[in-house]
């Protein structure tokens, strides 16, 4: 394959920005495989070369190592089925004064020709936007599950019609606009010359029939903006922030696919647990009496009201576990409650309380 990027477009090596760009534009229109005399191989060759004879980096490397020797070989290609085409440079605009394009459709004509489509129009599912919203729940929520439901203002289906956009009882017809195909062919002038392309019909959306008497509450489109009320199971273990995917429950759209609903969870934070995994981390002050001689101590955990062994003996900073009282993992299997010790010290002690103390001191405690 001829490699010498000077060469495939014309040019001697000394060719100044403007004159690669000009090659470049009579080449590329000349070979467009869409012409005439079009070649998509030569095409894709004088697009590759213009690819590294335009970019200031890609030259000089060019001109230093050859064309073998860059980027492993695969000078100025990127992935996808088309060479390394630069976009940029047209949605970029020239200022040269001979380009009067439609840029905005570029991509959609390689694309088009690209994905083997060209003259007969993709066929691209209309579908709705996504939308997102967010919620916020409590700690206890968070850990065991629970059943919301919101509204949200947003494009759905006109329940009049349920979304067929017909009057009830309504006759269909064909559509005038597209005479029943569901597409338009349409030719766009590009820098390429024209370009022939079909798009979807607008009137009917490419279904190619139309209602006689169209639904008036939607006028025909068979969607509407309007209040909805959406149910949202959020599954118990959920974490804060979390997004839930809702599929089709964005926003509807015409003779399409609704897109979806993503909803993020906000979970409030709680007074007594933290999570750590699986697991609910609490604290627990003990007098020091009680964490000397041990006790019983009642809990408030999200199950309830336990009553909790503190052994006698412990330590500051040691961790107690109650199993099964932490997230839910799965139907029969919970993470665990970890309980915290602190011993809380007096600041302040009495007379009677010294006396006692000063006996302690005299045992050696
Ligand atoms: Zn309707
Ligand atoms: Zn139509």
Do not use: W
């Not at 009049?160 to 349409?186: D, F, L, P, W, Y």
């Not at 003990?286 to 999200?302: F, R, V």
């Amino acid at each position: 394959m001829n490699k010498d990027y000077y060469n495939i477009l014309g040019v001697n090596k000394n060719a100044p920005k403007e004159e690669i760009k000009k090659a470049f534009y009579k080449l590329a229109h000349k070979y467009h495989p869409d012409k005439k005399e079009g070649n998509e191989a030569k095409f894709k060759q004088v697009n590759e070369a213009y690819q590294t004879l335009s970019d200031d980096d890609k030259r000089a490397k060019y001109d230093q190592f050859g064309p073998t020797n860059m980027d492993g070989g695969h000078a100025g290609h990127q992935q996808g089925g088309f060479g390394g085409f630069d976009f940029s440079n047209f949605s970029g605009g020239f200022q040269d004064g001979s380009a009067n394009f439609d840029f905005g459709n570029l991509n959609d004509i390689f694309s088009d020709f690209f994905t083997g489509g060209m003259g007969e129009g993709r066929k691209e599912a209309r579908r709705g936007r996504d939308i997102s919203t967010e919620v916020q729940i409590s700690f206890s929520d968070s850990i065991f599950g629970i059943n919301r439901k919101i509204l949200i203002t947003k494009t759905s289906n006109c329940l009049t019609c349920n979304g067929s956009g017909a009057r009830a009882g309504s006759k269909v017809e064909t559509c005038k606009h597209c005479n029943g195909q569901g597409k338009i062919r349409e030719s766009k002038r590009t820098i390429f010359g024209n370009v022939a392309s079909t798009k979807i019909c607008d009137t009917c959306l490419g279904t190619g029939e139309v209602p006689k008497e169209l639904c008036e509450k939607c006028k025909g489109k068979g969607v509407l903006r309007r209040e909805e009320e959406i149910s949202i199971t959020i599954p118990a273990g959920i974490r804060d922030g979390e997004m839930i995917r809702m599929t089709g429950h964005g926003e509807a759209i015409s003779k399409g696919t609704a897109g979806d609903l993503y909803i993020k969870i906000n979970v409030a934070p709680h007074a007594l647990f933290k999570r750590e995994g699986n697991d609910l981390v609490m604290n627990l002050n003990l007098k020091l009496s009680d964490a000397l001689l041990g006790t019983e101590y009642p809990i408030q955990t999200l199950d309830g009201e336990i009553k909790v062994t503190i052994p006698e003996g412990v330590t500051i900073n040691e961790i107690l576990r109650v199993r099964g009282k932490g997230v839910p993992v799965s139907k029969n299997k919970r993470g665990d409650l970890l309980i915290k010790l602190n011993i809380k010290l007096p600041s302040k002690i009495s007379r009677t309380s010294r006396a006692l103390i000063e006996e302690l001191k005299k045992e050696g405690i």
